[in-house]
């Protein structure tokens, strides 16, 4: 079954949960992790990135599915495998989301110079309202997500461009001070880009089976270019006092001469976290009911609405995400957002892995090549004695 959106609301769902809260807080974790040398990590996984978002695209037209990357593993490998993806996505997303909310907040609360007790209003305030768009249902978040999306990708071109001129080749030296353990750092940090693990259950709700794929293209060029771009110019300008501050994306808009900037980065941050946090949420609530439906979770979150829309599913993603934010408000020297970002990054690592060797195993194997027509005077029958044994197929690597 097919559902309401087309290939520029999936696109903006796209773009909003593979870039979303990452935006604020990756390119400084990257530099504090690798120095400048992150670029070089940053440049290898949006490659990697490429070839994930082209994976579950593919697989997401061809067996469009609510249960996503555990609907393709369950296919390749069975119900016990499918459960743990399943499981693993669904534990992951309220880490992640309760992340972002907090780094959105600080964000708000540097631009206001405002107290501990506003960023925790604030973080409460963003869990609130992503949990109650996803009640409300998906075809209408899209629309919204669609409007977040172009305003977001205007703000990190305005970014880019205002920090862009101010680039020092002198910043991008010493290369690589922490040496390739910092890089393998940056490599682990970088993970959290991946979140077409989390666009793949979405796949059910397209009109039609291509327009996946359309919007996984659409969506990549843009994450691709924007994220790379401020990479660079968080390297550029900054340099090691980007992994020094919490909010190095206000640092990149904030000269003397512009005092607005400070309060455009804090709507930003605002509009990240809600972007990234609903497609993530849409996809866990419906990743909830499909593993219900396969009885790994209580059948009662099988149950969806008249609209089709997992509002129990969602219910008990929003309980979990209530407890990781108590105990982040509670011991925040130990439940960080650092740490967060890292748990739901391995998670999603993991996901994403399974996925791809489910693709591996699922996807079709190029053709073969046609035999050659050879000139005539190499046409000619072997003799009957010589040894054909040691012929290698025409098309290489063998199908699997």
């Known amino acids: 079954m097919t559902g309401g959106i087309g290939t520029a609301r999936g696109a903006a769902l796209c773009i909003g949960a593979v870039l979303g809260p990452g935006v604020l807080v990756l390119p400084a974790m990257a530099v504090r992790a690798a120095g400048p040398a992150s670029l070089v990590a940053w440049a290898a996984l949006l490659c990697i990135s490429a070839l994930i978002a082209t994976s579950f695209a593919t697989l997401g037209a061809r067996y469009p599915d609510a249960g996503g990357v555990a609907a393709f593993t369950r296919r390749a490998f069975g119900d016990r495998a499918a459960a743990v993806v399943g499981c693993w996505l669904y534990a992951a997303v309220p880490a992640g989301v309760v992340a972002g909310a907090i780094a959105g907040a600080r964000y708000t609360a540097a631009a206001l110079g405002a107290s501990a007790a506003v960023t925790a209003a604030v973080t409460a305030a963003l869990l609130a309202a992503v949990y109650l768009a996803n009640l409300v249902g998906l075809r209408l978040s899209a629309r919204v997500q669609l409007v977040l999306t172009g305003v977001l990708v205007g703000l990190l071109v305005a970014v880019v461009a205002v920090a862009g001129p101010r680039v020092d080749a002198e910043r991008i030296t010493p290369f690589a001070p922490h040496g390739i353990a910092g890089v393998g750092s940056a490599v682990a940090v970088f993970v959290a880009i991946c979140g077409w693990e989390a666009t793949a259950n979405l796949s059910a709700e397209f009109t039609h089976p291509k327009q996946v794929r359309r919007a996984a293209k659409a969506s990549l060029a843009v994450v691709v270019a924007l994220y790379f771009g401020l990479a660079v110019c968080t390297v550029g300008v900054l340099g090691d006092d980007a992994g020094d501050t919490a909010v190095p994306l206000m640092r990149l808009l904030a000269p003397v001469d512009r005092p607005w900037a400070a309060g455009v980065v804090a709507v930003a941050a605002v509009l990240f976290t809600v972007a990234a946090s609903v497609t993530f949420v849409a996809a866990a ?57 890292r748990l739901f990054a391995a998670l999603l690592a993991c996901v994403t892995l399974v996925g791809l060797v489910a693709a591996v195993r699922l996807l079709p194997v190029p053709r073969q090549v046609p035999a050659p027509r050879w000139p005539h005077s190499l046409s000619r029958p072997l003799p009957r004695s010589a040894d054909r044994s040691c012929w290698l197929p025409l098309s290489w690597p063998p199908p699997l």
């Open 285 to 341: 609530g419906r990743a909830g009911t499909s593993l219900a439906r396969h009885r790994v979770l209580p059948a009662t979150l099988a149950v969806t609405a008249r609209d089709g829309e997992p509002r129990r599913s969602v219910a008990v993603q929003a309980a979990a995400a209530a407890i990781v934010a108590g105990a982040a408000a509670a011991a925040p020297h130990v439940v960080t957002v650092e740490t967060l970002m």
